[in-house]
């Protein structure tokens, strides 16, 4: 459902701030956790959320503690999120 909101509401900062917000604790210690974000497309949406709401503080500290933890300890994790900011510093 977080995906679901997130996606749907693109251009709330509330949501994204939310969504990022809600991955970030669900990611906390939890490598189970941590896969199951990655294979829902969770960390494409918490990066984009960031990049589409720069100036909103509270997305970008939510967005940040949710991509620590989504890395911690996940080298493919890792792996999705140097590849996906590759590839937005390119379009």
């Known amino acids: 459902r977080i995906a ?30 941590q896969a199951a974000i990655s294979r829902l497309g969770l960390l494409e949406l918490v990066c984009k959320a960031m990049r589409s709401h720069l100036r909103v503080a509270g997305v970008q500290e939510s967005g940040c503690g949710a991509l620590c933890n989504i890395v911690s300890r996940n080298a493919a994790n890792k792996e999705l999120l140097v590849k996906d900011n590759g590839a937005s510093a390119r379009a």
């Open 4 to 33: 679901e909101a997130m996606g749907a509401h693109r251009d709330s900062a509330r949501v994204q701030e939310q969504g990022c917000g809600a991955v970030w604790n669900l990611s906390t210690r939890s490598p189970d956790n």
